[in-house]
């Protein structure tokens, strides 16, 4: 059997050398994945006021690329929430637009205050499921990835 001894600092410098060599291929990879992702999640998304489903973006810094939904209730829509009484105001403001009811604040109809009241309690006793949105996606975001990785060569 041969043995060949390789020393640990000229390991640690051929892995250095690969890593600096195949770092900006990888990154670019990467990049072109994720920025063909954000309409993918963009079209996935619940639509209420579009402000969620237009929050998608990739964010870009000298050592990291960061893809994520910027809105204020991306997370509870990605990871839900445990039980808690929301406001009502903005609950009755969504139902009265999913019911498209001309109604005005403050005397909403019976059937915005019923549905914005019935959405309350059930958040309350329930919390909110979540949604999964990136979750979900990103076993496609590795297939991207390579993808792009095998494309680029």
């Not at 000229?10 to 195949?22: C, G, M, N, P």
């Not at 910027?70 to 929430?81: C, D, K, N, T, W």
Request: proline share 9%.
């Amino acid at each position: 059997m041969a043995v060949k001894t390789i020393k640990m600092d000229e390991l640690s410098q051929a892995l250095k050398q690969e890593i600096d060599a195949t770092a900006p291929k990888t990154r670019k990879a990467v990049k072109s994945a994720l920025l063909q992702t954000i309409p993918v999640l963009v079209q996935k998304s619940p639509v209420d006021t579009g402000l969620y489903a237009s929050s998608w973006d990739m964010t870009e810094d000298e050592k990291t690329l960061t893809l994520g939904n910027f809105s204020p209730h991306a997370a509870v829509i990605e990871y839900g929430a445990r039980p808690f009484t929301p406001p009502i105001k903005p609950l009755l403001a969504w139902a009265k637009r999913v019911l498209k009811d001309p109604s005005q604040p403050p005397e909403y109809s019976p059937e915005v205050r019923q549905l914005a009241f019935g959405v309350q309690k059930k958040i309350a006793e329930q919390g909110m499921k979540p949604r999964k949105i990136l979750e979900n996606e990103l076993p496609h975001i590795f297939e991207r990835i390579k993808a792009e990785l095998k494309r680029l060569g």
